[in-house]
C-alpha cells in the first residue's frame, strides 16, 4: 500500500498562533482527505483535497499531487482545535479504501 | 453527519469468545468498510464491502470475517477474540463519485 507520513507528530500552540501541518505520500493518488480526531475520538471530515487549494474558515488545505504532498493549515488555533489531524490517500490501483498516516497531534493552551 | 451508526459503543470480553460488532447505515451507500485504530498506526483496513454479500480483505484481515446481506448493515465478526484485537473499531462509508469517505463513532473493544 501507499506509504503516508505526517510532521510533525507533536505540535503544542498558543492559542491565536498559525501552523502549518504537513502529509507525504509515496504514490499518485486518487483521493486525498483531511480528518480531526477530538479528544472523545470522532473523526471529523475536514477536507476533500486531491489536488488544488481549499479554504474552510479558519482552516484551508493545500494538495500539490505533482509533487506528492498536501498541507493544512491552521490560523488563529483556538483550543477547540486540539486533537489528532489525520492524512489519508486512496490509490490509483486497488480497492479504495485510505491508507492512514500515523497523524499529527495538536494541542492549543489558552 | 453521514447517517452511520455502530453497535455496541463499547464491549470488553474474554479471550476465546466471538464477538460481532455491527454498522449501520441510512442512505445505501455502496461501499462499507471496517478499520481498526491502534497506538501509532493511525487506522488500518480490515474487510470492505463494494456490495450486497460482496466483501474483500483488507491489509490486517487475519482474525476477523465479515458479512453483508443487507446494503444498510455490515457486520465484523471475530471468531475467537485475542487480546491483540483490542482496539477501537471504525465503520466507513464512502459517498458520490469522489468516494470521499465518513466515518462512524467507533466501538472500542477490550478483550481480556
Known amino acids: 500500500g501507499i506509504q503516508v507520513e505526517q510532521s510533525p507528530p507533536d505540535l503544542i500552540l498558543q492559542e491565536g498562533a498559525n501552523s502549518t501541518l504537513r502529509c507525504n505520500f509515496s504514490d499518485s493518488v486518487n483521493n486525498l482527505q483531511w480528518f480531526h480526531q477530538n479528544p472523545w475520538g470522532q473523526l471529523i471530515n475536514l477536507f476533500y483535497i486531491p489536488s488544488g487549494t481549499k479554504q474552510n474558515g479558519r482552516l484551508s488545505a493545500t494538495t500539490v499531487a505533482t509533487e506528492r504532498y498536501s498541507l493544512l493549515y491552521i490560523s488563529s488555533s483556538q483550543t477547540t482545535d486540539s486533537g489528532v489531524y489525520f492524512c489519508?490517500?486512496?490509490?490509483?490501483?486497488?480497492?479504495?479504501?485510505?491508507?492512514f498516516g500515523t497523524g499529527t497531534r495538536l494541542t492549543v493552551i489558552p | 453527519d453521514a447517517g452511520i451508526t455502530q453497535s455496541p459503543r463499547h464491549k470488553v470480553t474474554e479471550t476465546g469468545t466471538p464477538v460481532t460488532l455491527r454498522c449501520h447505515q441510512t442512505?445505501?451507500?455502496?461501499?462499507m468498510y471496517w478499520y481498526r485504530q491502534d497506538p501509532g498506526h493511525g487506522l488500518r483496513l480490515i474487510h470492505y464491502?463494494?456490495?450486497?454479500?460482496?466483501?474483500d480483505k483488507g491489509e490486517v484481515s487475519d482474525g476477523y470475517s465479515v458479512s453483508r446481506s443487507k446494503t444498510e448493515d455490515f457486520l465484523l465478526t471475530l471468531e475467537s477474540a485475542t487480546s491483540s484485537q483490542t482496539s477501537v473499531y471504525f465503520c466507513?462509508?464512502?459517498?458520490?463519485?469522489?468516494?470521499?469517505?465518513?466515518f462512524g463513532p467507533g466501538t472500542r473493544l477490550t478483550v481480556t
Open positions: 489519508a490517500v486512496v490509490g490509483q490501483t486497488g480497492a479504495n479504501n485510505l491508507f
Open positions: 466507513a462509508i464512502s459517498v458520490g463519485a469522489t468516494y470521499e469517505q465518513y
Open positions: 442512505e445505501n451507500h455502496r461501499y
Open positions: 464491502s463494494y456490495g450486497v454479500k460482496d466483501t
